[in-house]
């Protein structure tokens, strides 16, 4: 099988739990749009493109109340920003393609694929076809989005009581999965121990800024661990 | 769809693709300072956990800090997993596999 199918599948089949998880979130977006006063045309086209499951949801609220169709957009911009540490890590990685391929995975980058595809990129191993690997997540991801959402609109109220299934598990379960490999060192530890503090204490914030807060917090307090700690060892060295 | 549903999602498009987009269109152009290179490597740790602690803590957005959370039952049965089996696939069935059956029993 050539290098970029199995990349491909290899993106696909690791997201699996993920799109496991967004399918209760898609199946009731579709459900609540149908009650928004948005006509469905607009709510699948706003998966089609804007495809970011919060912002939507927030969308949906916002559309009910009547908000102001810039109000909505600048509250998207905000819900948003978090991607801005996304593509910073992924950056380095993909440098080299061409803006074409930036442009695609750019358009599909969600919280999910991040978080898969970052394991592929760092892995050791020389294959020049990572990026197939994330596009493999990110068509996986899109296409699920598309089939839930489009499902929750048809089945409107009557969609069993999906919320209750605790399928939402997933997503938790599968972040805590892919966190512990990272946790090797004392500034990791650190940076986690800290982003989960304060995200505890930011719960208040609305628009899921306190993710973004959170992680920040936690990235200045690994990076300051690490540097103390090389301080204190270049001190002992000498 | 009316012209206002088309200009909000017009609007979200470019806003969302924008922020996912700027960096990457920079990707071959910017030199990163030193400090900002060892600060991306804590950033999917630290965004995974902000997301993450507040969903297992919060299930449906009040808190629930008792063992009859399944979703932080099976939250520690992913970790206990996770450090044990190094292998995801294996992490996310046994944590799933707790969350189901805590529930079942409760």
Redesign the interface.
């Known amino acids: 099988m050539a290098l970029r199918t199995q990349e491909f599948i290899g993106g696909v089949r ?1 997201t699996l ?1 993920l799109m496991l998880g967004a399918f209760p979130f898609g199946l009731i977006y579709g459900a609540v749009a149908a009650t928004s006063g ?2 469905p ?2 709510a699948m ?2 998966s089609a ?4 499951g919060a ?1 939507q949801f927030i ?1 949906l609220g916002l ?1 009910a109340a009547q908000t102001p ?2 109000i ?3 509250t ?2 905000i819900v ?13 990685f ?4 061409s ?1 074409k391929w ?2 695609a ?3 599909w ?1 969600t ?1 999910e694929t ?2 898969v595809t ?2 592929r990129f760092q892995r050791a191993d020389a294959s020049a076809e990572k990026h197939w690997y994330q596009f493999g997540s990110s068509i996986a991801m899109y296409l699920n989005w598309q089939f839930w959402c489009f499902s929750g609109l048809m089945l409107g109220k009557r969609i069993p009581a999906a919320s209750g299934w ?1 399928l ?16 090797k060192t004392i ?2 530890a650190v ?2 121990l ?3 503090a ?3 204490l930011t ?1 208040a914030l609305p628009y899921k800024l ?2 973004m807060v ?6 200045a307090a ?2 300051t661990v ?1 540097r103390t700690r090389k301080k204190t060892k270049g001190a002992s060295g000498r | 769809m009316t012209t206002s549903e088309a200009a909000l999602i017009a609007g979200m498009t470019a806003v969302t693709f924008g922020v996912r987009y700027f960096l990457f269109a920079l990707a071959d152009r910017i030199r990163m300072a030193a400090w900002i290179e060892a600060a991306l490597k804590f950033i999917p740790p630290a965004v995974l956990t902000a997301i993450t602690l507040p969903a297992v803590l919060l299930p449906h957005g009040d808190w629930h800090l008792s063992f009859s959370n399944p979703y932080l039952i099976a939250a520690l049965a992913t970790a206990a997993a996770g450090v044990r089996t190094r292998n995801l696939l294996a992490t996310i069935a046994i944590g799933l596999a707790a969350f189901f059956v805590y529930r079942l029993f409760l």
């Open positions: 690791d739990p948005l006509s045309t607009a086209a706003m493109f804007v495809f970011a912002s969308a559309v169709v810039a909505i957009v600048l998207t911009l948003n920003l978090r991607h801005l540490l996304y593509s910073a890590t992924l950056m380095p993909l440098k080299d393609l803006h930036r442009i995975l750019a358009f980058l919280d991040f978080a970052v394991h605790g939402d598990v997933a997503m938790p379960i599968a972040f805590i999965g892919m966190i512990i490999p990272f946790v500034p990791m940076c986690v800290t982003a989960g304060a995200a505890l719960l306190g993710i959170s992680a920040c917090a936690g990235i690994g990076l690490e």
